[in-house]
Structure formats: structure tokens, C-alpha cells
């Protein structure tokens, strides 16, 4: 059993930047992928990120890419995302999830355990 707790979620103006973390419970943080989700209003939710379970592989989604880096530190048990040059769109709850990362098209976690949501508003 996983439980996820996100944090660092605000409101910031575009342009800006927020760092979210993710602190996870147990023992078994690094047997697991990790990932970022979000859900923006009126919205499915969608992928954003995800890192392999070494501190390896990363894998974002399209419209994030170049300006969110995903990371973790599994001595911390903690799985972080930066995202610089905020957009509007980008406005959404966060999600952190705990599974497996499954490539087909495009980058995906098949997610095992999320967390309750960070709320991310970017103002213009």
C-alpha cells in the first residue's frame, strides 16, 4: 500500500513557476514508477509526467514538454515537478500517481495509488 500527499500547489501569474512535491508512505516508493496528472476544469483527466523507477527514464506529455521536469529522490520517498513559464492553460488540480509507465503512442502510467490533488492556478 501506497498513500500519496502533493503539495506546493497556489496561484501563480503566467510566466511563473510552482514546484510540486509528493511525499509517499511505505517502503516500496522505489519499486514504483511515478507520475504527474492533471485536471483542468470541465476537463478528462490527462498526463502530464512520469519517471521510471531508478533515476532514469522521464516521460511528458506534448503540451509540457520543454518547460516541466520531473524528479524524484527515493531516499526521500518524494517525487517532484517543476513547471517554469506557466500558462492559463495549465490551470488544473494536479495529480500524483504511483504505477507503471506503459508507452504506446504516447507516454502513460498505469496508475496503482493517487493522491488527493493539488489545486494549480495560473492567472494572466
Known amino acids: 500500500q501506497v498513500q500519496l500527499v502533493e503539495s506546493g500547489g497556489g496561484l501563480v501569474q503566467a510566466g511563473g513557476s510552482l514546484r510540486l512535491s509528493c511525499a509517499a508512505s511505505?517502503?516500496?516508493?522505489?519499486?514504483?514508477?511515478m507520475g504527474w496528472f492533471r485536471q483542468g476544469p470541465g476537463k478528462e483527466r490527462e498526463f502530464v509526467a512520469a519517471i521510471s523507477r531508478s533515476v532514469g527514464s522521464t516521460y511528458y506529455a506534448g503540451s509540457v514538454k520543454g518547460r516541466f521536469t520531473i524528479s524524484r529522490d527515493n531516499a526521500k520517498n518524494t517525487v517532484f515537478l517543476q513547471m517554469n513559464s506557466l500558462k492559463p492553460k495549465d490551470t488544473a488540480v494536479y495529480y500524483c500517481?504511483?504505477?507503471?509507465?506503459?508507452?504506446?503512442?504516447?507516454?502513460?502510467?498505469?496508475?496503482?495509488?493517487w493522491g488527493q490533488g493539488t489545486q494549480v492556478t495560473v492567472s494572466s
Open positions: 500517481a504511483a504505477g507503471e509507465i506503459v508507452v504506446l503512442s504516447t507516454p502513460n502510467l498505469a496508475a496503482d495509488y
Open positions: 511505505g517502503r516500496t516508493f522505489s519499486s514504483y514508477a
